[in-house]
């Protein structure tokens, strides 16, 4: 039988998966889309909260990791977003930009 998984364990392993996926991305972007789809069944499946930033690091369609050199960012200055478009799958994601942000 199967043993089961505690929401620090999940936290964990959800944590591993996405800093290893930041890290191959270079060297292995469909390694890394598989690893930022697991993370997102885990966290699914434990009903973990993601923080904010890991969550507009990947596309929430095929789960590609965004890296900012990679962005196409289309600013949108009435509605003070920025519209970030997956290259993996062209979808678009609008961001809200905080202008206190440093």
């Known amino acids: 039988m199967q043993k089961s998984i505690s929401g620090y364990e999940g936290?964990?392993?959800a944590n591993f998966l996405y800093q290893a996926a930041v890290n191959i991305f270079l060297t292995n972007p469909k390694l890394a889309q598989f690893y930022i789809h697991e993370m997102r069944q885990i966290c699914e499946k434990l009903v973990i909260r993601m923080s904010?930033?890991?969550?507009?690091?990947?596309?929430?369609?095929?789960?590609?990791?965004?890296?900012?050199?990679?962005?196409?960012?289309?600013?949108?200055?009435?509605?003070?977003?920025?519209?970030?478009?997956?290259?993996?799958?062209?979808?678009?994601?609008?961001?809200k930009v905080i202008e206190e942000y440093e």
Do not use: D, T
């Open 11 to 13: 936290y964990q392993r």
């Open 52 to 95: 904010p930033q890991m969550k507009r690091n990947y596309c929430k369609k095929c789960s590609y990791l965004l890296c900012y050199h990679e962005k196409i960012v289309k600013e949108i200055r009435k509605k003070k977003y920025a519209c970030v478009e997956c290259p993996g799958c062209s979808y678009e994601k609008r961001i």
